[in-house]
């Protein structure tokens, strides 16, 4: 119950990581608002949750969806504690492929996303001192190829979280991010391009377990570590759940 009695807020909870983020939330005693632009994925999660999570709507790269969201959660119990930003996108592909269309879908999700759901629960955070988990990736403190849209708007997620940790530091808001390597969830799931370098790509694996992708589950348990009162200390960092991807 390392969480009892927080208010939060999950993104792209309909499935994968923000699920089970949610799903963790609420059995470690948070009440949870969950949002996604999956309206009935995000509605089933709910229900299965249980009385400790409501759904929402929500696309995170329209910023009157994201301010929506967090007015419901501090209408509805009365604050903010915890805002988790899952949402995103990827888009694997060659570079030579990759038109603006797709490169601002990729951003809008990825990266302006954070900055819409940030911006409108800082007050809110501060008031409580509370705290925010970004979601970013291995692909935000290496290069990955084949992954250009996604690597960029990665590493501007670890940029923004290093950025807003300092300057609300004094408030006692803490900002942080979890960088997973490769996680068995739908999205990575996709059916890859032809004609790229496989022997590349394979470089940027996890190496432990010989290579065995993390579990949504893996990555929920270092969010709600970096959530809760165990990481009061912490601020600021990247926090690699990657398998040694990034180790060397």
Known sequence: MRLNGKIAIVTGAASGIGLAVANRFAAEGAKVVIGDRNTDGVQEAAQAIGPAASALALDVADEG??????????????????????????????????????????????????????????????????????????????????????????????????????????????????????????????????????????????WLDGGAMATPDDIADAVTFLASSEARRVTGVAFSVDGGQTAG
């Open 65 to 206: 969806s994201c301010q929506a969201i967090i007015d419901h959660a501090v209408g509805q119990h009365g604050g903010l504690d915890i805002l988790c930003n899952i949402a995103g996108v990827l888009d694997f592909g060659r570079f030579s492929d990759l038109d603006r269309g797709r490169w601002d879908r990729v951003m809008a999700v990825n990266l302006t996303g954070v900055y819409h759901m940030c911006r409108a629960a800082m007050p809110h955070l501060i008031e409580r001192r509370g705290n925010i988990v970004n979601m970013a990736s291995a692909a935000g403190l290496v290069g990955v190829p084949y992954n250009s849209a996604y690597t960029a708007s990665k590493h501007g997620v670890v940029g923004l979280t290093r950025a807003l940790a300092l300057e609300f530091s004094k408030e006692g808001v803490r900002v942080n991010a979890v960088c997973p390597g490769g996680v068995d969830t739908p999205m990575l799931h996709q059916t890859p391009p032809e004609n790229i370098d496989w022997q590349m790509v394979m470089r940027s694996a996890s």
